[in-house]
């Protein structure tokens, strides 16, 4: 690789913060930034079972806005910057598994939506003190098109789609940037009984140009090319990594 290319790829002196990292999508996102050479900081619930090396995991629940915004006021004590966020935190309560679909409902969009904006907020005072920085939320096929028995799914990721655009806008004038990393269906435990089960997995695999299930490391390209200066010109976009499932007609 060229000096020039990994010097545009490299996250060598920047700080980033990544939501959900104790497990799936967000483990292995925040697994990527720290091989690229970001100080990473793993924010989750609980530690992982088999943490990476370098990370720096710190339990916290993103739904809690001071424990947040105190998390991110030690991130920036400690290194002097934050230039990466990504919200990866996030849940699915599907409506045939909950007694209560309101409940469901209420409880999706306060963590997959209002959590990840005020985490924007949170981080947003700290990028702006060195220049800006990149916020990148993981939302998901399903913002953009319609599956059955999770309405609250659907509507927290339809609405974090546009809250990055949104934010893109708001934010462009402190030199942050602001967009998405929309996975299609990736084997995490969260997805795992779909995956375990013969006749849905053959559907999704046949649904995807692909022909399969994306892995959490299918990722990590993408989300370090959106958190590093590769993407300078890029705010308030979906970068797609579903294999080709929103592409596929018949």
């Known amino acids: ?8 790829f490299s996250l060598a002196g920047k700080v980033a913060v990544v939501t959900g990292a104790s497990r799936g999508i967000g483990a292995a ?10 100080a990473t900081t793993g924010v989750a619930r609980s530690t992982p079972g088999e943490p990476f090396p370098g990370i720096d995991y710190r339990v916290c629940d993103v739904r809690d806005e001071g424990a947040f915004e105190a998390l991110c006021s030690a991130v920036f004590e400690k290194h002097r ?35 990840v904006h005020r ?11 060195t ?12 913002s953009m098109l319609g599956f059955p028995d999770n309405p ?5 990721k ?39 089960d013969p006749e849905r997995h053959a559907q ?21 090319f959106l958190a590093s200066d590769a993407s300078s010109y890029v705010t308030g976009s979906d970068l797609v990594v579903d294999g080709g499932w929103t592409a596929k007609g018949l």
């Open 152 to 156: 609250g799914y659907a509507a927290s």
């Open 204 to 224: 999704r695999s046949a649904r995807t140009i692909l022909s399969r299930w994306g892995a959490v490391e299918d990722l990590a390209g993408a989300v370090i």
């Open 81 to 115: 910057r934050i230039d990466i966020l990504v919200n990866a935190a996030g849940i699915t309560l599907p409506r045939d598994r909950e007694s209560d679909p309101r409940a469901a409902f209420d409880e999706t969009i306060r963590t997959n939506l209002t959590a």
């Open 29 to 38: 996102l925040a697994a990527a930034l720290a091989q690229a050479g970001a």
């Open 131 to 142: 220049g800006g920085g990149s916020i990148v939320s993981v939302t998901s096929i399903g």
């Open 119 to 129: 985490c924007c907020e949170a981080v947003m005072p700290f990028m702006r003190q």
């Open 158 to 196: 339809g609405g974090l789609r546009a809250l990055s655009r949104a934010l893109a806008v708001d934010y462009a004038g402190y030199g942050i940037r602001v967009n998405n990393l929309v996975p299609g269906y990736v084997r995490t435990a969260m997805t795992e009984a779909s995956y375990a």
């Open 1 to 8: 690789m060229s000096d020039y290319l990994e010097r545009l």
